[in-house]
């Protein structure tokens, strides 16, 4: 792994960790993910051969900070809550884009794009979802207007409603996932007599 994915994976990272302390948020986040650097994608695919190589990051910092300013006026008119509480991550989109341009993510197949899109989006709801039931007691809460939630249990640990505890809930999921391909892998012996 180059440098260039650890700065893409830590920005990833910071939008992972943010967003994700309740299902609402993640499916926010998820959706203005999606729509800014799908249409980012899109626009920069006509441009970028009409572009000179100096002039392409110009028109990509524009493109991507105009996309992103006008997902986050859409968020503050139609998902006020939404945008209180996680508007202040949507500016790590824009500068998301941008990385991905640098990656040579837009150049890959559009099958190879959304793989790694939904294994993004993937981690982001089930971390969400994890934090949100550990912490709160309860899941779903604020996805309906008058939806309290599902609720679970009555007390959580606060801890994981804050980004410590994501990065603590991370680190588990990340755990489990190993010691579930570890189990996996290691093969079965088998006594002859």
Do not use: D
């Not at 994915?5 to 948020?25: C, P």
């Not at 007691?137 to 309906?144: N, Y």
């Amino acid at each position: 792994m180059n440098r260039t994915a650890h700065v893409a994976n830590s920005l990833m990272l910071m939008l992972l960790l943010g967003t994700t302390s309740s299902l609402a948020g993640a499916l926010g986040a998820i959706l203005m993910f999606a729509v800014v650097v799908g249409a980012y994608g899109l626009c920069m695919s006509f441009l970028r051969s009409r572009l000179t190589p100096a002039a392409t990051w110009s028109a990509a910092l524009l493109l991507a900070a105009t996309l992103t300013s006008c997902a986050e006026v859409f968020a503050q008119r139609w998902f006020l809550p939404w945008h209180q509480a996680f508007g202040l991550y949507a500016g790590l989109i824009a500068l998301q884009c941008l990385v991905l341009e640098h990656n040579g993510f837009f150049r890959q197949t559009p099958s190879e794009r959304l793989k790694l899109s939904g294994m993004f989006s993937a981690l982001m709801v089930i971390l969400a979802a994890v934090r949100e039931l550990a912490g709160q007691g309860r899941l779903g809460r604020g996805l309906l207007e008058h939806w309290q939630g599902l609720v679970l249990f009555s007390e959580g640990l606060p801890l994981a409603t804050l980004v410590p505890g994501a990065l603590i809930m991370l680190g588990l999921l990340l755990a489990a996932r190993q010691a579930w391909t570890r189990s996996n892998s290691i093969p079965k012996e088998t006594h002859r007599p």
